[in-house]
């Protein structure tokens, strides 16, 4: 018997189009049904298989280490195993009890079609996805706001303690991808594309991760560590560059953050770099500077030149003192880089130089 699972998160569904019955039609509408009456037998003590999916208690229920993990189902909804219509098998989703028995009806499948009505009834009117195709099967799932179970990741249910390491933490977890993690960020803002100071909530998902072998990096071409330059004199900050597609550089008022980080077909990170100098006290400074103070910034939205150099330019220079140079590589949405492993060399570069009065000594 095939099983897949959809899983409903949000309160936004319609009723289900009646399908026309097919070959398989009356044996999806039976099998959904024979789950149906197995899940009345379950409960959240009942032992499972890693990775199987079940309705517990009208709760969908994913087995997370021997255990159900449950998932409340959105207001007015209950878990319950439907036929496909348009292949062999069955889906577990949430959906209006009323949808479930008119889905198991078109197929001519008779017996007990659903679990008994939900605790909360359902709103008089139904809201619809932006699709408006609703939130349950069918559609675009990138206009869908349902989570589609193939891209569920079951490694987050674990927080990482089954072996326990001095100085290691619990990890958060989760069953559903923390899709509406940042309902739990009360005080805080959706990010919604912009640089919001007092702090925000950003929903988006990190996105596509270059293998170790196409991770980026980057070294300053000039100014070079110890240099020394004349105050007040236009100079081009030079990088060097390589395995980012550079040239990606997204309105960053309106798009902050707002999108995953995305790979080109060689399965480099499509991105940009920024570049920030910071005034020093000396070379010997050892205490940390402060993010919100720089001298210079520049977003190098140009793509790199044929030998993979990004350039700058410092139209007004510097006035004498000492520098810090640093890059900072970012995805196409300005955010930070991310790469696979955690033990790897630094992606950005830093170095540090002097800037000299006219006509003075080095």
Not at 159 to 169: F, L
């Amino acid at each position: 018997m095939k099983y897949s699972v959809f899983i409903t998160l949000l309160l936004s569904t319609t009723a289900f189009a009646a399908p026309a019955p097919s070959g398989f039609a009356l044996k999806n509408g039976q099998d959904a049904i024979a789950l149906n009456e197995k899940f009345k037998t379950l409960n959240a003590g009942s032992p499972c298989k890693d990775g199987e999916n079940a309705c517990v208690d009208q709760k969908f229920a994913q087995c997370v280490g021997g255990k159900f993990v449950l998932t409340a189902c959105a207001p007015g909804t209950i878990c319950a195993a439907l036929p496909l219509v348009n292949s062999p098998g069955t889906s577990i989703t949430c959906a209006r009890p009323a949808d479930v028995q008119s889905r198991i009806a078109a197929t001519g499948a008779t017996g007990p079609a659903s679990p008994s009505n939900p605790s909360n009834p359902p709103p008089s009117s139904t809201p619809k996805s932006q699709n408006g195709k609703g939130s349950n099967q069918g559609g675009d799932p990138q206009t869908s706001f349902t989570l589609d179970p193939a891209v569920v990741a079951k490694g987050f249910a674990k927080d990482g303690q089954d072996v326990p390491t001095p100085g290691q933490v619990p990890s958060l977890t989760s069953t559903n991808n923390f899709i509406n993690f940042c309902l739990t960020a009360k005080n805080f803002p959706i990010t919604d594309g912009k640089q919001i100071k007092t702090g925000s909530c950003n929903p988006a998902p990190i996105g596509l991760i270059p293998a170790t072998n196409n991770m980026p990096s980057c070294k300053f071409v000039f100014p070079k560590n110890n240099d020394v330059i004349e105050e007040n004199q236009p100079f081009d900050i030079k990088l060097a560059v390589k395995k980012l597609k550079t040239g990606n550089f997204v309105n960053a008022q309106t798009n902050y953050f707002a999108a995953p980080q995305q790979l080109d077909s060689k399965g480099q990170v499509i991105g940009h770099s920024h570049i920030v100098v910071e005034r020093v006290s000396s070379l010997g400074q050892t205490t940390p500077t402060d993010p919100n103070t720089f001298v210079f910034f520049k977003g190098v939205n140009d793509k790199a030149d044929s030998k993979g150099i990004l350039t700058a330019k410092v139209e007004k220079g510097l006035p004498a003192g000492t520098y810090r140079l640093a890059s900072i590589i970012a995805a196409a949405n300005h955010q930070p880089v991310i790469v696979p492993v955690a033990q790897r060399g630094t992606l950005d570069d830093a170095v540090y130089f002097r800037v000299k009065k006219r006509g003075g000594k080095n």
